[in-house]
Every structure is written in C-alpha cells, then in structure tokens.
C-alpha cells in the first residue's frame, strides 16, 4: 500500500517510474490530492533541498528528482484547482546586453523551476528597456541578472537606473550575478542580492520574496 | 642532444575514433555561424551553406583540402625578434602565455580588486622581466576613466608600452578588432610589415556547442584578411555545455576549432593556426567552472595529443593554474599536475600563467611562482641522454674508493644543467629560519619586488605613441555607444 514516505523517498531517490505509480495507487485510495503534493512530492523536494545545501546531493540529482515531481505533478493536475498550483513566486531571468554566455543563468532558471519558482526567461542579450518592459508585462517578484564579461556588467546599473525612472524600482527586488561581480559591485549599483552561485540563487531568492 | 618525454594518453585507433567523428559533425551536423561576408565566402570554397539559418556543412574533400592548407612551420614574431617563437618549437618543446580574461588582481599586499590600467602596466612589465614566460594575452581591465566599449583597445594601448614580446590579443566586441590590428601596425611600422612579422595573434571562440557568433566570426575574418595568426578556441565546460566526460568534451571541443581552423584556410589559405581548446568542467555541487579537477586534465591530455599527432597542428591549452584562490597547496599541487601532464602530451603552448580562481584573478607572485614551474617543466620535457659522457663512465670507471665528485670536471660540466627555482626553498631548516621562515608567497614577493626595481623602461617612438593615441581616440569616439 503506497504511502506518503515512500513516494517523498521515491523522488528523492529519482525513480520517476515509482513516483508515476505511486501517485496513481493514492488516488485510486481516494488520497487528496493536494496531500499527495504537500506530503509526497514536496516532501521528498524539502528533503532534496536540504541534501543538496548540505553537500549531499549534487545538481544532476536535484534535477532529476524535480523532473520526478513534475511526473507526478502532471498527473495530479487536473484533480487541482487553480488556487492549489500557485507557484512560490515569479522570477524573470537573463543575461543583459551584448553579453551571451547563459549557462549559469540557464543553470539558475531550472534549480529555480525545480524550487517552485515560476521563471520567465527572456534570453540572452537582453537591453535595459527589454528588462522594463517585462517587469511591466510580469509583475514578477524578482527580477535576476546575469553577466560574464566585465564590458557587460555595467549594463546591471543602467537597467536599475531605468527601472527607478519608470517608477518600477520599489515594485521587483534586483538580484545579479555572474563571475565579473562581487557584493561590492551588487551594493554599489543599488541590487537588492548578489548569487556568487546557481544553488544561492534560489535560496535567495525565496528569501528576498518571503520578505517581501 | 636531448630526449623528449612524451605522455601518450590516447592510443592511434582513439584519434581516429576522434577524427572519424568530427568529419561526421563537420559534414554532416554542421556549425552555425552568424556573418554574411564569411557565409559567402565559405559558400564559394565549396561549403555547404543556409544563409537563413546560418548552417554550414563542410564536405569531407573540402576539409582534407583545409587542412593539407593549414601550416606547419610559422613564426609568432616578438616585437624584439629575440622573443619570436617558432612553430614547430625548435628544440621540440613549448612555448608560454599568461592568463588572460582575467578581471580581478592580487596584489603582493594580499589586495583584491577589479584590474586597472597602472596594474596592467605593472603586470606586462614583470611579464617582460621573466625568462619562461614567452607572451602575454590581454587581462580583463576595469573600464575606469574610459568607455566600456574600448577595454580591450586601452589596455592593448598599455600594454604594447612595456613589453618587446608577442601577444595575444582577445576582442571584446566585434568591431574592436579592426583597432587592434591597426595599433599593432602602428608598432611595426604598417600593416604589411604586421602580416610578415605577426607581433600579435588573435582568439576567435565558439559557443559551445558548434555555434559561432558575429562577433568571433568577424575576428576570424579580419585577422584572416590581415595575415593576423589565429588561435581557434573552444571554451567548454563539461556537464554544462557539453557532455562531462572527457571524450565528450574534447569531441565537441575539437571539432569546434577545427571548424574555425579550416575556416581560416577556405577564408585565406594559409593562415597560420593553433589549435586552442581551453576545457573546463562545471562542479555538480557549486554549479561553479572549475580548472583544475582530474578529469579536466585528462580532457586537456587528449585534446593536446589529438591536435599535435592526428593533426600536425600546434595545440595550445591552460598549462598551468588553479581553482583555489590563493597561493596554498591546493594551488601547488594543481599547477604541478597540469603544467606536466599537459607539457608532456605533446602542447605546444602552456597558457594560463599567473591565475588564480580558475583564471579569473591575476596574481603577480602566482606568475612569478609559474616561471619558475614551466623552467622545470622545461627541463623535465627535455627528458636526458642516457650514454658514457652523461653517466660519466670515465670517473666512474677509474673510481679509486675515496674520490668525491664535487670538484670533478663531469660535475663542473653538468652542474647547471638543472633548473634552479628562484621561489623555491632547497635550505636546511636553520639556513631556511635565518631568512625568515619564509613560504613559497612571500619568496615570490621578494623576489617580484626585485625584478620590479630593475625593470627598464620600453621605448616605442613618438610617432607610434603618436599613432597609438590617435586610434584609441578614434575608437573611444567611434565605438562608445552612447
């Protein structure tokens, strides 16, 4: 008889197959199903959260274990309401203008999805005014930056700068990152969080918008 | 005459598997590239081109044609023709560059920051101080007091001030290559006398995987047209970008410079070419590059043996440098692993010297210290003749029971043959307390504070700097983007 701990173990351990089996043998019990996401599949992605900040478990194995979630999620989905799938958030993702390396943003996007994040990616060279706009567009609780080259990170400042203009700055929490930057640079130019890494991203993230 | 060591990582049927491969990729998969004008051309050489998409297939006649046009003896020439270095190396050893890209510096007071200008000045002047370290690529410099648009073409302006030696010069924007070819012109007297005596090659990377963007593609092609050497570089991280095995990353890699490499030829035939595939790997924990790990080396192995037997093509990679971020055994030992394993599976170029935090800072003491491990490297590639004069057998035969060998010819002779380590410490414990007690950091900073009272100032004429004023100015005003 399937159970919530089996099924947290199932996805912790990655076995997407058991997750897909397991899900269906709780609600042929006649299981909630938003106990089967509370205490199965989000469950074993708490547990996966804190193997992983604690250096027991590695990115691919993070991945996996969402994808396994998601499994589950997929088939739970049409038992739920609109109201039982908000996401923990809304974050847009890029890496700014004249800069194309992503990715770590691209790294940052799926640990974030895999956090219950919901991520708006809008690529990679991405002007101040485009950042804007889809602030305007998304409403998004944090917008997240990303640069690699020294010449590009100070496009980080002039999409600050235009967000202020527009009225938007006190609306979305700034976070930047990339290997050209520091704390001191994220001070300097008025970000809300610097994510010296994709896993910190995440963390910071939940945090920036808890908050909030 | 010497022996040189080599380290033979892959064997002849796993270079063919190599090569059998990327043909396939090459031919069949295809690139993407973004630049008309090199899309023409590549269409008129035979290749098989979508303008729309931008992919680009090379048959298989078209890349045997390629690379029989690829050469095989070239000059990277030093401003001071003392420092030019010639390919193949003469004494079948390598050549060396510093780290370049960097954007952060230590300095000998253990300060951290963004580079500056006066700290590139400093940095090429000890590079022209030190014997082992045969040309510099440019650091990543903080645009302080210039714009943005034009770091690159700054700093080549500081650089090409304080030093005699080659370089490698890395564009940060499509156009800004134009400018550096001009001041390196300027330097030596026109563009013509530049084609015959390249006191600069250039870095043209891919984006991983098998995709070129306008930027890169314009380098190649305006190096190309100026007779400028190219470095052919891929810039992978394994698990990230790439497969994370080492095969799968060299694979990827290797057809991507070779790519760029048969590019060059159908481009301008006989473009002088190195194969530069620079490997990383992506940590599964940090999610962080990294430099340093087992398997990066033995990436950087196969990749160096791929290019130097299966191609004939000089191979250039990191042959030195670190994840860790500051001078400890960590760094120690990662320089150590890499600068020999990559020097003796056959690189022609040991790149990366001076670098801390996987190439992102630039260390005065680090490069000092990386002399130091390439002279030894030097000296362990060398390999040794093993016969009657190295052995001695003349004293060794005529040994009467009480002879020393200390004040024997044989010894006079040979002494000095070995690599004497500026920054190492070979005292006894007491010999090693009376000078202070000092570690591997602080013998380099004194040692770095030394070369730094006797460095002579470079003289270029009025008419270059002249010259080299007025492009940058040039450029500061065409390029700024607002």
Known sequence: MACYEELSESVVSGMRKKVIELVNELIAAGHEPMKIVNEGLLAGMGIVAEEFKNGEMFVPDVLMSAKCMNSGLEILKPLLSESDMKSQGKVIIATVQGDLHDIGKNLVGMLMESGGLEVIDLGVDVSPEKFVEAVKLHQPNILGMAALLTTTMICMKDTIDLLAKEGLRDKVKVMVGGAPLSQNYSDSIGADAFAPDAATAVTLCKSLIAQA | ?482
């Not at chain 2, 020097?343 to 005065?364: N, R, W």
Request: hydrophobic fraction near 40%; include cysteine; proline fraction near 5%.
């Open chain 2, 1 to 482: 005459m010497g022996s040189i060591l080599k380290t033979k990582i892959l064997t002849t049927k796993e270079i063919e598997f190599f090569q059998e491969k990327i043909q396939v990729l090459l031919s069949t998969k295809g690139i993407h590239i973004e630049h008309s004008e090199v899309m023409a051309l590549l269409q008129e050489a035979g290749a098989e081109v979508s303008p729309e998409s931008g992919l680009v297939k090379f048959p298989i006649p078209l890349i045997e044609k390629a690379l029989k046009q690829v050469p095989r003896k070239f000059t990277l020439a030093g401003i001071d023709p003392k420092y030019d270095m010639e390919f193949p190396h003469p004494q079948g050893l390598f050549y060396t560059r510093t780290c370049t890209g960097g954007m952060f510096y230590l300095n000998e007071n253990d300060e951290y920051h963004h580079i500056l200008l006066d700290e590139v000045a400093e940095w090429t002047r000890l590079i022209e101080a030190l014997d082992n370290i045969d040309f510099w690529s440019l650091p990543s410099t903080n645009p302080v007091d210039f714009p943005a648009e034009t770091i690159d073409i700054h700093t080549l302006n500081t650089v090409l001030r304080n030093t005699k030696k080659h370089g490698w010069v890395q564009p940060y924007e499509a156009n800004n290559i134009k400018y550096l070819i001009e001041m390196a012109a300027a330097v030596v007297g026109g563009k013509d006398e530049l084609r015959k005596r390249p006191i600069i090659s250039a870095i043209c990377c891919s984006v991983p995987a098998l995709s070129f963007k306008y930027m890169d593609m314009n380098i190649l092609y305006e190096c190309c047209k100026a007779g400028v050497p190219i470095q052919a570089c891929s810039l992978p991280a394994a698990g990230a970008n790439v497969p994370i095995t080492p095969s799968g990353i060299v694979l990827v890699a290797s057809a991507e410079v070779l790519a760029m490499i048969i590019m060059a030829q159908l481009i301008a035939p006989g473009t002088p070419c190195i194969a530069t595939p620079l490997l990383f790997e992506m940590d599964m924990q940090t999610t962080v590059t990294t430099q340093a790990s087992i398997a990066t080396t033995i990436s950087r192995m196969m990749a160096m043996q791929l290019f130097a037997e299966g191609y004939d093509i000089p191979a250039h990679t990191y042959g030195t440098g670190t994840d860790s971020c500051l001078l400890d055994g960590q760094s120690g030992f990662e320089q150590a692993s890499i600068s020999h394993m990559v020097a003796l599976s056959g690189a022609s170029i040991l790149g990366g010297a001076g670098q801390l935090e996987t190439a992102k800072t630039i260390s005065p003491q680090q490069l000092v210290i990386d002399n130091d491990i390439f002279g030894m490297v030097r000296q362990l590639k060398r390999g040794y003749v093993v016969d009657e004069e190295t052995v001695g057998w003349d004293d060794i035969i005529s040994l009467s029971g009480t002879d020393g060998f200390i004040n024997k010819d044989h010894t006079y002779r040979y002494f000095r043959d070995g690599y004497r380590a500026k920054t190492f410490s070979r005292d006894s414990k007491t010999a090693w307390e009376g000078k202070g007690s000092k570690d591997i950091a602080a013998r380099a900073k004194d040692y770095y504070l030394k070369l730094k009272n006797k460095y002579t100032p470079m003289e270029l004429t009025k008419a270059v700097t002249d010259e080299l004023d007025a492009i940058v100015t040039r450029a500061d005003k065409e390029l700024r983007k607002k």
